[in-house]
């Protein structure tokens, strides 16, 4: 079984900073695209960035400048610098990955649980 585990939301005040990790693991056989997206009470779930296999990298125009995407393609595992924040990035953020295991080759996505990240003002 694919599972993706996600880490390091919690609270921090506005202007801090945060770190994000998700961590792919289980019959794996290759990896494409992973991303981030939130979603804020209210609000439907929008997509915060991507990034390709080949390290290509993609923002909503809320957050550039102020956030990073990266991944470590050995550790399976994709991250997210969060710089800046303020109190509208508040949301649960939720790790997502294309993934092919060794079952059948076929790309599924996945997806974390969902890690609560809070911005205080």
């Known amino acids: 079984q694919v599972q993706l585990v996600e880490s390091g939301g919690g609270l921090v005040q506005a202007g801090g900073s945060l770190r994000l990790s998700c961590a792919a693991s289980?019959?794996?056989?290759?990896?494409?695209?992973m991303g981030w997206y939130r979603q804020a009470p209210g609000k439907q779930r929008e997509l915060v960035a991507t990034?390709?296999?080949?390290?290509?990298?993609n923002y909503v125009d809320s957050v550039k400048g102020r956030f990073t995407i990266s991944r470590d393609n050995a550790k399976k595992t994709v991250y997210l610098q969060m710089n800046s924040l303020k109190p509208e990035d508040t949301a649960v953020y939720y790790c997502?990955?294309?993934?092919?295991?060794?079952?059948?080759?076929?790309?599924?996505?996945?997806w974390g649980q969902g890690t609560q990240v809070t911005v205080s003002s």
């Open positions: 990034i390709t296999s080949r390290g290509s990298t």
């Open positions: 289980g019959n794996i056989a290759s990896i494409n695209a």
């Open positions: 997502n990955a294309d993934i092919a295991d060794w079952r059948d080759f076929t790309l599924r996505a996945y």
